[in-house]
């Protein structure tokens, strides 16, 4: 690489970090200052309120990365455009093509980062931040758990499912068990509610029935109330909502891959979480593009005007991203469409600002 090239990288690099250094301890001080009431009200011991703020500065910055990456470019850049030193590259005979190299250089280590932390580090620290999340400021682990139409297979044979739970009194509605060798259905229990018994380490159905496939003719049994044994527990019965972005790549993709086998409902939000893991580090480049061809013309208005566009443009990337995501995962729409639109809307913007640059 040349000078020019180490001088741009080295700007890009640098002002990227300096922007997350400023801004993490501002959402940091905002957010102590909303939860600190919850914090004593729940007595939550000092050692696990550190440890939270350490979750949240990998959780916070892995939410608010294209923010950050979009305004530390358009900033440098709008500083290189404003002393005149873009004009003066471009009048040395580079062309802008050849002037985004070290910008691709930085988006590249940008996306290598952003790959690492979201797939090994993030995963880590949103377990911790969502524990604690959920156990100080909402008032129990609990409350974090999905707690309808849950479904589960508890062997190679057997599905569960429950129309909905309530974790407090430990009571699933509207019970059913299926037993199945191979294709055939054996028998089906089913129960207007199950509900753990501490005491006996039991499950207690009420409203009994079990039927039993025959041949010819079925045979049911009924039983106002029946203690028995199952083979499952209350954790797996329900997870957590927010179990997937805890897992790791490869702990992710055979998650899901169990999820699958056993007809969970939520596949879609499990999928969300993969594809928004991949689509980060491809975002990097989008957006640098859209920051350099916005940022380095000089501008009447000057910087002020350049991270005006800058900020609404990461504002609506990250809008489109929630909105995109949340519809996949409440709709059968694709998680991978979902995702990948976002890069896509401002793909296709980066190509038309990039074609339209001043050279």
Partial sequence: MKIIDWYILKRYLMTFFAMMVLFIPIGIMIDVSEKVDKMIANEAPTSEIIAYYIDFTFYFASFLFPIFLFLSIIWFTSKLANNTEVIAILSSGISFRRFLRPYFIGATIIAIFAFIMGMFIVPDASEGYNDFYITYLKG?????????????????NEYIYVSSFTPSTKIGYNFTLENFKGNELQYKITASNIRWVDKDSTYRLSSYI???VGERDDIIIKENRLDTIFDFDLEDLTPVSYVAETKNLFELNEFIQQQRDKGAPNINTYLVVKYKRWSLPVSAFILTIIAVSVSSMKRRGGMGLNLAIGIS????????????GTLAEQSDFSPLLAVALPNIIFGVLAIYLLNNAKR
């Fill in 140 to 156: 129990g682990r609990d409350k974090g758990r999905e707690t309808t139409n849950l479904f589960n297979q508890i062997n190679e």
């Fill in 210 to 212: 079990k039927r039993i």
């Fill in 313 to 324: 443009l990461a504002f609506i990337f990250v809008f489109f991203d929630k909105v995109f």
